[in-house]
């Protein structure tokens, strides 16, 4: 996303709907008339909003670890808490210490996933993050979902502190068109 993982930071905020055209405009330069799409997380809400705005460009859809955005069954307080700084980008050791309650899962017991994070996330800039949390601000896919016309799959773990797997079965009752699966 603009401004965050090394990529220059805008100089104003953006909306999914704003990244759901952007990439749009990627895929007409590549010369694509079809793609398909994954997104994780926050990026399954931008997934979802480039398959909303743009159903003929998107042939299937997958979301993984992700919800219908600002209406969703949300992570217990202290994790948000801790989402909600860009510390874990910028201090190691925060990053150890909170990565295990933020990601779970594999997070919790293999060390080396936390170091492949904090590498991946290198280059991360306040302000960069601010947009990217204030992006999904608001936002949600739960009037339109029932109207996203591709195949979608749709994945989530059972140990997602951030993104608790009730929300995949929500997304999964609204949209026509899904296969759901989860790791229990």
């Not at 953006?14 to 055209?21: C, D, E, I, K, V």
């Not at 079809?34 to 859809?61: M, N, T």
Request: hydrophobic share 40%; charged share 20%; aromatic share 8%.
């Amino acid at each position: 996303m603009p401004g965050v993982g090394g990529s220059p930071v805008p100089s104003l905020p953006y909306r999914p709907s704003t990244l759901a055209r952007l990439a749009a405009g990627l895929v007409a330069e590549l010369g694509y008339s079809e793609i398909d799409v994954a997104g994780v997380s926050w990026g399954g809400g931008v997934a979802q909003q480039f398959a909303h705005q743009y159903p003929k460009l998107c042939r299937r859809l997958v979301l993984a670890a992700t919800s219908p955005g600002a209406i969703m069954v949300p992570a217990g307080p202290s994790v948000l808490w801790k989402m909600a700084t860009p510390r874990r980008y910028t201090d190691k050791d925060y990053m150890s210490k909170v990565a295990p309650e933020i990601y779970g899962g594999d997070f919790r017991k293999n060390p080396s996933l936390i170091d492949a994070a904090r590498e991946r996330d290198a280059g991360a800039r306040n302000r960069g993050y601010l947009y990217q949390l204030l992006a999904m601000t608001g936002w949600t896919s739960l009037p339109w979902l029932w109207s996203l016309p591709q195949p979608t799959l749709i994945l989530m773990g059972s140990d997602d502190p951030l993104v608790p797997p009730i929300n995949g079965r929500i997304l999964a009752r609204l949209i026509p068109e899904r296969r759901a699966s989860d790791d229990r």
